[in-house]
């Protein structure tokens, strides 16, 4: 008898397990790509380079509040980038203990790269979304606006005080 997926079995309650397969499956086909591509980037760098392309030389906090990722992450991807010389240190001529990460000549040109692969992505996604019958980037959209007009704590607790459980 085949093994019954447990996650898919349970529904709306692990939504964000679920997410985050659905990440992974993008992230390991996305990097598998890239690499057969010959980029020297991880997948997960890619924001992070198109940031520094326009933004130009860009502290780490200010690069996790952009992309709104952790701190440390952002950390171990500079180091990627930096290892593979897409990357390097700056110091901030406004307040020299402050670390600034810049493009190398290398790192502008994968960038450049990496937006035109943009392209091919979003038309992957649009036909995976129309093979799927579901436009998930909207709807993403939608949920995120959801939980922004009313955090999702808030309708927790709602839900938790009302004796069948089920949310307004």
């Not at 996305?30 to 010959?38: F, P, Y």
């Not at 038309?123 to 922004?148: K, P």
């Amino acid at each position: 008898m085949p093994e019954q997926d447990f996650v898919r079995s349970q529904g709306l309650s692990f939504l964000a397990h679920r997410l985050r397969r659905a990440s992974e499956l993008i992230l390991e086909g996305t990097t598998e790509t890239l690499r057969r591509e010959g980029f020297a980037s991880p997948a997960r760098a890619g924001s992070t380079l198109l940031l520094l392309r326009g933004n130009g030389p860009t502290g780490i906090t200010e690069i996790a509040y952009r992309l709104r990722l952790s701190h440390p992450l952002i950390i171990k991807l500079a180091a990627a980038l930096a290892a593979a010389g897409l990357v390097r240190d700056e110091s901030d001529p406004k307040d020299n203990r402050r670390r600034l990460i810049a493009l190398t000549d290398k790192g502008q040109t994968e960038a450049a790269r990496f937006d035109s692969f943009l392209g091919a992505v979003a038309g992957t996604f649009e036909a995976m979304f129309a093979e799927a019958g579901a436009d998930l980037f909207a709807a993403l959209e939608r949920f995120e606006q959801a939980a922004e007009r009313r955090p999702i704590p808030e309708r927790l607790a709602a839900a938790m005080a009302r004796e069948d459980g089920i949310p307004s």
